[in-house]
């Protein structure tokens, strides 16, 4: 008998063999245990809080039931999705460095079986950034004087995607080139620094690390490089740098004066009445003759703020020689004449607009006092720059009596001063490369110990924000000065607000006031 007609004889046996393996596979089905997994384990330290929840079973689950069995402490939003009958996907929106707790409760199957699991995980931190570096060195926010010299580095706590993690530069996208650090964690930018501005960086929250993970927040990070004054040029220094800032008289009594063309900057404000007076700072060695010097001023504390010198001047009134004697390290007066500096010139001039000084005593004596070094920068002998401005051949102050001639030869602007040419002894008439004209708050301090021969005098408020004409190659700039550190030189800036750098030479700044001068009473 063939085997298929012992199949035929013997039929009744399939309905049994496939009763039986049915039996069998509903008793496995019956006796595996319902299990699920997860991607993130039980004890993780550092899951991306952006990362998905994704669980996967043995067994078909009903979609409905294992949404419902999901719970994430702390509650946070959650999204769901099957993507397929054993695999499921959670989306929870989770904060950085935060533990969570997950459960499942009585996820059924398609077969109306349950089953329950948890576990926790802590999300590591969002990327941050770690420091920032100038020229290899660490720069705090906010932080004032670094040197504009070398790259400028932002190193991050995690490696980051370039791609995805922008970097703005003073309000704008940094389209120049960025080099980032094999492993992600730096950023070097080919950014070159100048003096005397301030420089703001940002990132935005939406930037990512490499596991996509964004910043915790928006991140602003701004510095400032170090302040640049004027000079003439010279690279000789007094000591370790800090200037002198001579008080020098300029009533028609004292004219000429001696010393006042070699000075790298001269301020000129009004003393008292109508009768202005002149603040001359030298950073390099001075010239023989300098003077006549007369007293301080209150404005002449201000510049001994900025500028951190050594004042020298003859007297004042005793209201201000208690302010200037709180730096007794800082001055010396003609009642004391250390360092053989002052001597009364009775020959060709009387008192009291003759009091002259030895400019190589001054410089000795200075030296000798070993000040610290000043936090700003002097400008080096360099080449011109290009201005563009307003045609101004002419400059009219007449709040001191002044006029400036440009004259283009020599690119210099030519000083008179109440009708004739001002003159400097033994180098002619004075000529200075840049006149500014700065527009300050002023007041009348009415303390009675500030009056003057019955006149209140003058309080200029150097520090601040404040409008600014700046002459330069026979043309004006509509300038603003900014000044919010009153320990710190001014900077003069530009209508886009960038600072300008000031040729050398001699700068000559008209401090004017916005209250003037009168009589006690």
Not at 259 to 282: N, T, W
Request: neutral net charge.
């Amino acid at each position: 008998m063939t085997w298929t007609q012992t199949l035929r004889q013997r039929w009744w046996l399939l309905p049994i063999a496939i009763a039986v393996v049915a039996a069998a596979i509903v008793v496995r089905i019956i006796t595996t245990p319902l299990e699920v997994s997860a991607n993130v384990n039980d004890g993780d330290q550092a899951v991306p809080r952006t990362a998905t929840i994704d669980l996967h079973f043995n067994q078909e689950m009903k979609a409905a039931s294992v949404e419902h069995a999901f719970t994430i402490t702390p509650s946070v939003p959650v999204s769901f999705k099957a993507v397929g009958a054993k695999e499921f996907q959670f989306r929870p929106k989770m904060k950085p460095n935060t533990a969570y707790h997950v459960s499942l409760k009585d996820a059924a199957n398609t077969s109306g079986r349950g089953v329950s699991s948890g576990f926790s995980f802590k999300t590591e931190a969002a990327p941050a950034i770690a420091a920032v570096m100038v020229d290899n060195n660490a720069v705090t926010d906010g932080q004032q004087a670094v040197k504009p010299t070398g790259e400028v580095k932002i190193n991050f706590s995690q490696p980051m995607d370039g791609a995805r993690t922008p970097i703005s530069l003073n309000g704008k996208p940094y389209d120049k080139p960025v080099t980032w650090a094999g492993d992600g964690k730096s950023a070097t930018l080919a950014v070159k620094l100048g003096h005397s501005r301030q420089y703001q960086l940002s990132i935005p929250q939406t930037a990512v690390n490499r596991k996509q993970d964004p910043l915790a927040a928006e991140w602003k990070f701004s510095f400032t490089t170090v302040i640049q004054v004027p000079s003439q040029g010279d690279p000789a220094r007094i000591g370790s740098g800090a200037p002198t800032i001579i008080q020098i008289e300029n009533s028609l009594d004292a004219r000429p004066q001696a010393g006042m063309q070699q000075a790298d900057m001269i301020y000129e404000y009004i003393s008292e009445g109508d009768i202005p007076r002149l603040s001359a700072v030298y950073w390099h060695p001075l010239p023989e003759l300098v003077g006549p010097v007369r007293s301080c001023r209150l404005i002449t504390i201000r510049l001994e703020l900025m500028y951190h010198g050594m004042i020298y001047c003859s007297g004042a009134n005793d209201y201000v020689l208690g302010m200037v004697w709180k730096h007794p390290n800082l001055v010396n007066d003609y009642s004391h004449g250390w360092g053989n500096v002052f001597y009364r010139e009775n020959n060709t001039r009387y008192a009291p607009h003759n009091v002259m000084m030895h400019g190589t005593n001054v410089t000795t004596y200075t030296a000798q006092q070993k000040l610290g070094a000043p936090t700003y920068e002097i400008a080096p002998k360099h080449p011109d720059g290009t201005f563009t401005g307003d045609a101004a051949p002419q400059i009219s102050v007449p709040e001191h009596g002044a006029t400036w001639q440009y004259d283009p030869g020599s690119k210099q602007y030519l000083k008179s001063q109440d009708g004739s040419a001002f003159t400097n002894m033994y180098t002619g008439r004075v000529h200075a490369k840049t006149v500014i004209v700065q527009y300050v708050n002023s007041f009348l301090d009415t303390n009675p110990a500030n009056s003057f021969h019955g006149y209140f005098t003058e309080a200029y408020e150097l520090t601040g924000d404040g409008k600014a004409d700046i002459f330069v190659d026979g043309v004006v700039i509509h300038a603003s000065w900014h000044h919010p550190d009153p320990n710190v030189p001014a900077v003069y800036l530009d209508a886009s607000g960038n600072p300008i750098d000031l040729d050398n030479g001699l700068t000559w700044v008209h401090v004017i006031g916005s209250e003037k001068w009168h009589g006690v009473g």
